[in-house]
């Protein structure tokens, strides 16, 4: 009875501590303020790496449009050669055709030529073979001066007709082959544009294909970029609704706290525990505080009754450790690992009963964690009691 009497009589004492320290009340939430932060740091870091996917696609799009813009320059150009060569094709054509032309002229010509010089060959010929009448001879048989005079001028425009219908067809022909070595030259040039335009058009259709394809490219990470926008913007809002919640969370807490250092509190005397009770307090201690020294397992146990006898939480053992979100094993799975094997150690099994039997080494606190820059309460082992 003096040993019950003593650990009330530190209960007490740890009450009135807990009631005077500043605040105290309000560090009972830190654990869900701690993620409600941590919650709005990272929707933060989501929305910044939406905003600079966002402005990704912005410069991704002006850059495509600078693209696009490019596109229709070399589109224009592609044309203008295009045109350009197929009236260089056109005039090599007509070029064709005149050559055509001025070597079937040049042959009529070469062949006239080659024919009034047969002409004029085989009457010489001629005039010898048949041994006719010659020059001197036909002036000698003249009867009279004006005969003769006659006579030298037909042989003298003989002659002189020969030599201009010979010296006639001979420029033609020369008119001829000039023509034609010019009509050559010209296609030579048209030859030379045409390939000269054929690279050109090569070279606009190669830059119109890179382009194209870097288009298709801006495309494709844009829509990847789009994607990553929208996964983004879920993320966003599913963010959103976790800090909804844990803001709810946290004022529940902030509620519960306060009304916990100012509610009316059960004596362990009128709670009565099961064996179920232990067994299930006692894996817990093991799953929060397994690794802990005695103290820190007792003190596990402690709050969990402090809970119980509290009027803010459940006044059961399974009912405070069952409560949503309160204890991580339960959430996690591992409790009802521990409680299959029984995994509770001996330590683990006293620290149940001292808690039970209403002592406590952390006043009237209802949390715990692991410690934290700038949260009060009591430390024991790797937690923080508060």
């Known amino acids: 009875m003096k040993k019950m009497g003593k650990r009330r009589l530190i209960a007490g004492i740890l009450v009135l501590v807990m009631l005077t320290v500043p605040g105290l009340g309000v560090n009972a939430t830190s654990d869900t303020r701690e993620k409600l932060e941590n919650a709005k740091e990272e929707r933060e870091a989501t929305e910044n790496q939406k905003n600079a996917q966002e402005e990704n696609i912005t410069n991704m799009e002006e850059a495509q449009s600078g693209l696009e813009g490019e596109l229709n320059s070399l589109n224009s150009q592609l044309a ?163 800090i909804e919640a844990l803001q709810k969370q946290l004022e529940e807490e902030i509620r519960k706290s306060r009304l916990a250092a100012q509610s009316s509190w059960r004596d362990i005397s009128e709670v009565t525990f099961t064996e179920d009770d232990r067994y299930l307090l006692a894996n817990l201690i093991y799953c929060e505080a397994g690794g802990e020294p005695y103290e820190g397992q007792v003190a596990v146990g402690a709050v969990v009754i402090n ?55 952390v006043g009237t606190c209802v949390f715990f964690r692991t410690p934290i820059p700038g949260l009060e309460g009591i430390n024991i082992g790797g937690h923080v009691f508060y």
């Open 80 to 242: 203008e050669v295009s045109n350009n060569l197929e009236e260089i094709e056109n005039n090599i054509i007509a070029k064709n055709e005149e050559i055509a032309t001025t070597q079937a002229e040049l042959e009529e010509a070469k062949a006239t030529e080659e024919r009034q010089y047969l002409c004029l060959k085989k009457r010489i010929q001629y005039s010898y073979e048949k041994k006719s009448i010659s020059y001197l001879e036909a002036i000698l048989s003249a009867d009279s001066l004006g005969e003769i005079l006659n006579m030298t001028e037909y042989f003298t425009q003989m002659a002189s007709y020969d030599q201009e219908m010979l010296a006639s067809y001979k420029a033609a022909r020369e008119a001829v082959e000039e023509k034609e070595a010019q009509l050559q030259a010209d296609m030579d040039q048209l030859e030379e544009m045409q390939a000269s335009a054929e690279a050109e058009h090569d070279r606009f259709s190669g830059l119109i294909s890179q382009t194209q394809s870097s288009i298709s490219a801006y495309s494709d990470q844009i829509a990847t970029a789009e994607a990553q926008v929208e996964a983004l913007e879920a993320q966003m809002a599913a963010q959103d609704e976790n």
């Open 307 to 361: 809970r119980v006898l509290s009027s803010v939480f459940p006044n059961t053992v399974s009912g405070v450790i069952y409560q949503s979100r309160q204890f991580e094993p339960v959430s996690t799975g591992r409790l009802a690992l521990a409680l299959a094997e029984n995994r509770a150690t001996d330590s683990c099994y006293r620290a149940a009963d001292e808690a039970m039997s209403g002592y406590s080494n």
